[in-house]
């Protein structure tokens, strides 16, 4: 007999948010990491509390742990002397290569239990859940 979908999903969201749990930051933290380390910049606190969908005093706050724990650091824009860019720094790439190679673990040994066209699948379904949540 089939277990119930919510408990499914639960055990295996817990499975992914273990990734984490080695970590130094919370989710949220690692959240801005992610932006600031894979996508190009600059980045803004405006501009991260967009991505994030959060309000711009949430990533303030984030932004400050992280400069206080030293993964990131603040620029002063060019541009505007009264905004900065959100930078990572070397610990701070370092913290997220580590969170990269232990997710992308993860993401393989999933694929090697479910073979290469199932994991293709369900990577598929989650995009379409994903994107009509957003639509």
Do not use: W
């Not at 991260?48 to 603040?74: E, H, R, Y």
């Not at 002397?81 to 993401?107: C, H, N």
């Not at 290469?116 to 379409?128: G, N």
């Amino acid at each position: 007999m089939r277990r119930d979908a919510g408990a499914i999903l639960a055990d295996f969201c817990r499975m992914y948010e273990e990734i984490g749990a080695n970590f130094p930051i919370r989710n949220s933290e690692m959240n801005v990491m992610k932006i600031i380390c894979s996508t190009v910049g600059p980045h803004t606190p405006v501009l991260l509390a967009d991505m994030l969908g959060v309000s711009k005093p949430m990533v303030t706050t984030l932004i400050n742990s992280l400069i206080s724990q030293g993964f990131v650091t603040k620029i002063p824009s060019p541009e505007d002397g009264r905004s900065f860019y959100v930078m990572p720094t070397k610990r701070g790439r370092a913290l997220f290569d580590k969170f990269r190679a232990e997710r992308d673990d993860f993401l393989s040994q999933i694929k090697s239990r479910l073979g290469r066209a199932d994991f293709d699948v369900l990577i598929d379904l989650i995009e379409r859940v994903i994107d009509s949540d957003e639509n």
